[in-house]
T-cell receptor, first 113, second 113 residues
Framework: DSGVTQTPKHLITATGQRVTLRCSPRSGDLSVYWYQQSLDQGLQFLIQYYNGEERAKGNILERFSAQQFPDLHSELNLSSLELGDSALYFC????????????FGEGSRLTVL | GNSVTQMEGPVTLSEEAFLTINCTYTATGYPSLFWYVQYPGEGLQLLLKATKADDKGSNKGFEATYRKETTSFHLEKGSVQVSDSAVYFCALSDPNTGNQFYFGTGTSLTVIP
């Protein structure tokens, strides 16, 4: 158990819909990272937050947005869903310091039909 | 910029065979290096890490040495088991870029009895 909790574990929805994925980081971790893992594109970095502020952006579509709340949990919002958005979405958290590792949640598997 | 290149898969080995998965990196500063493992249906777990040149990370019989002169962090195991079947990701984090993590594309390993 990494200490990072993601919900829901599985989600099936239709094209055009909107979903919200939730992540609770490890206790005390201020940094949250979101990744998308699809079969053909490996692990793609989406966005990073640190203590409520956006720290870095990767290949995140304009249809996607995220935020980190004062209690440090984070949500990833995916809207106007397309078939190609079907993927595993991982959240990871990290403690402060330059040499620490990421701790990953078990992921949310999104299927868009 | 920063990047990680790892050996293409899939790799299939017989039980008790020797494993090497190559990983090379490009970094602007002094990164930390990581190997993560993803078992079927699970999130990524840290396998081992090294935070400075010539450090050797080791865990569960796996080893990797941080070689600055060859910018490499190859993963090795002397005798693989069926339970080692998984996808392995090499990664680096660079404090010069706000602790961004850069992942390789992953190498799928299957160990057959």
């Amino acid at each position: 158990d990494s200490g990072v909790t993601q919900t829901p574990k599985h989600l099936i929805t239709a094209t055009g819909q909107r979903v919200t994925l939730r992540c609770s980081p490890r206790s005390g971790d201020l940094s949250v990272y979101w990744y998308q893992q699809s079969l053909d594109q490996g692990l793609q970095f989406l966005i990073q937050y640190y203590n409520g502020e956006e720290r870095a952006k990767g290949n995140i579509l304009e249809r996607f947005s995220a935020q980190q709340f004062p209690d440090l949990h984070s949500e990833l919002n995916l809207s106007s869903l397309e078939l190609g958005d079907s993927a595993l979405y991982f959240c990871a958290s990290k403690s402060d310091g330059d040499t620490g590792e990421l701790f990953f949640g078990e992921g949310s598997r999104l299927t868009v039909l | 910029g920063n990047s990680v290149t790892q050996m293409e898969g899939p790799v299939t080995l017989s039980e008790e065979a020797f494993l090497t998965i190559n990983c090379t990196y490009t970094a602007t500063g002094y990164p930390s290096l990581f190997w993560y493992v993803q078992y079927p249906g699970e999130g990524l777990q840290l396998l081992l890490k090294a935070t400075k040149a010539d450090d050797k990370g080791s865990n569960k019989g796996f080893e990797a040495t941080y070689r600055k002169e060859t910018t490499s962090f190859h993963l090795e195991k002397g005798s693989v088991q069926v339970s080692d079947s998984a996808v392995y990701f090499c990664a680096l984090s660079d404090p010069n870029t706000g602790n961004q993590f850069y992942f390789g594309t992953g190498t799928s390993l299957t160990v057959i009895p």
